[in-house]
T-cell receptor, first 114, second 115 residues
Framework: AQSVTQLGSHVSVSEGALVLLRCNYSSSVPPYLFWYVQYPNQGLQLLLKYTSAATLVKGINGFEAEFKKSETSFHLTKPSAHMSDAAEYFCAVSQETSGSRLTFGEGTQLTVNP | KAGVTQTPRYLIKTRGQQVTLSCSPISGHRSVSWYQQTPGQGLQFLFEYFSETQRNKGNFPGRFSGRQFSNSRSEMNVSTLELGDSALYLC??????????????FGPGTRLLVL
């Protein structure tokens, strides 16, 4: 079964600093990977997805992620953190070729300090 | 285009009762999936419906069931509620175009509290 592991349940950065949220996947087939963000008392919002078209994926709100097969990683980055980026971030892999049946990582709570 | 809607948003039940949650997918989307989110277990896949048929099922007891109607709206039911069923229940829909790897779009969730 495919799985993802997020390193670091809590990450704290200063406003304007680089954001790096780590995600490693386990998959025997080319994975279909996602990053979602969840703000308090809300559902999940898609940030970006990897579908093998390009290894560097750009998403919304200035986020991007790079797929590295050799490292089985799909880390999420943003050059400059903003206060509004404070939220919980989830890495996910799809179990199905249709993109459904997502398996999520444990989540990383991002805090942005002024 | 309107997003995924879920009703009700909040619900309080007592142990032993049953509950039904509703999800209306994005217009044109035919796949609806349900997830449970708890602090201890995180986000877990419950089941997926496509064209009124359950296509995938997660590792949950039979107390958890669902269905999908011809207009793609879906309901999930939990019978004989337990305290551990307290969670945020998220619904997601996708277009599921044949051969495509689709994105799941999530609703705001229904927060269920079992007392």
């Amino acid at each position: 079964a495919q799985s993802v592991t997020q390193l670091g349940s809590h990450v704290s950065v200063s406003e304007g600093a680089l954001v790096l949220l780590r995600c490693n996947y386990s998959s025997s087939v080319p994975p279909y990977l996602f990053w979602y963000v969840q703000y308090p008392n809300q559902g999940l919002q898609l940030l970006l997805k990897y579908t093998s078209a390009a290894t560097l994926v750009k998403g919304i709100n200035g986020f991007e992620a790079e797929f590295k097969k050799s490292e089985t990683s799909f880390h999420l980055t943003k050059p400059s953190a903003h206060m509004s980026d404070a939220a919980e971030y989830f890495c996910a892999v799809s179990q199905e070729t249709s993109g459904s049946r997502l398996t999520f990582g444990e989540g990383t709570q991002l805090t942005v300090n002024p | 285009k309107a997003g995924v809607t879920q009703t009700p948003r909040y619900l309080i039940k007592t142990r032993g009762q049953q509950v039904t949650l509703s999800c209306s997918p994005i217009s044109g989307h035919r796949s609806v999936s349900w997830y449970q989110q708890t602090p201890g277990q995180g986000l877990q896949f419950l089941f997926e419906y496509f064209s009124e048929t359950q296509r995938n099922k997660g590792n949950f007891p039979g107390r958890f069931s669902g269905r999908q109607f011809s207009n793609s709206r879906s309901e999930m039911n939990v019978s004989t509620l337990e305290l551990g069923d307290s969670a945020l229940y998220l619904c997601a829909s996708s277009a599921d175009i044949a051969g495509g790897r689709e994105t799941q779009y999530f609703g705001p969730g229904t927060r269920l509290l079992v007392l």
